[in-house]
Nanobody, 125 residues
Framework: QVQLVESGGGLVQDGGSLRLSCALS????????MAWFRQAPGKDREFVTT????????DYADSVKGRFTVSKVNAKNIVYLQMISLKPEDTAVYYC??????????????????WGQGTQVTVSS
C-alpha cells in the first residue's frame, strides 16, 4: 500500500502562483508513475501532469503546458506541482495519484492505484 497526502492548496488571484506537494509513504519502492489530476464541481476528473518515479519523464495536459511544472525528490518521497499564471478555470480539487505499473494511458484515472484526499485550489477573477 502507498499513502499520498497533498498540501499547498488555497485561494489565489487570477495570475497568481501556488505550489502543491504530495508526500508519499508506505510501499514507495513499488511506484512506477506519479500524476496530478484535478476535478472541478460537476466535471469529470481531469489529467494535469505525470512524472515517472524513476527517470523523471514528464507529460502535461495542453491546458497547463508552460504554466505548470511537476517535479519530485525521490529521497524525500515528495512530488511537487508548481503552478504559475493561474486562471479561474484552474479552480478545482487537485489530486495526487500513484501507479505501480507502466500504462500507456497515463492520462486516465483508472491507470492509477493510489490517490490522495485532494487539496482545493481556488483562483479568483
Amino acid at each position: 500500500q502507498v499513502q499520498l497526502v497533498e498540501s499547498g492548496g488555497g485561494l489565489v488571484q487570477d495570475g497568481g502562483s501556488l505550489r502543491l506537494s504530495c508526500a508519499l509513504s508506505g510501499a514507495t519502492w513499488n511506484i512506477y508513475n506519479m500524476a496530478w489530476f484535478r476535478q472541478a464541481p460537476g466535471k469529470d476528473r481531469e489529467f494535469v501532469t505525470t512524472i515517472r518515479w524513476i527517470g523523471g519523464r514528464t507529460d502535461y495536459a495542453d491546458s497547463v503546458k508552460g504554466r505548470f511544472t511537476v517535479s519530485k525528490v525521490n529521497a524525500k518521497n515528495i512530488v511537487y506541482l508548481q503552478m504559475i499564471s493561474l486562471k479561474p478555470e484552474d479552480t478545482a480539487v487537485y489530486y495526487c495519484a500513484a501507479s505501480s505499473r507502466d500504462d500507456l494511458r497515463f492520462d486516465l484515472p483508472h491507470s492509477y492505484d493510489y490517490w490522495g484526499q485532494g487539496t482545493q485550489v481556488t483562483v479568483s477573477s
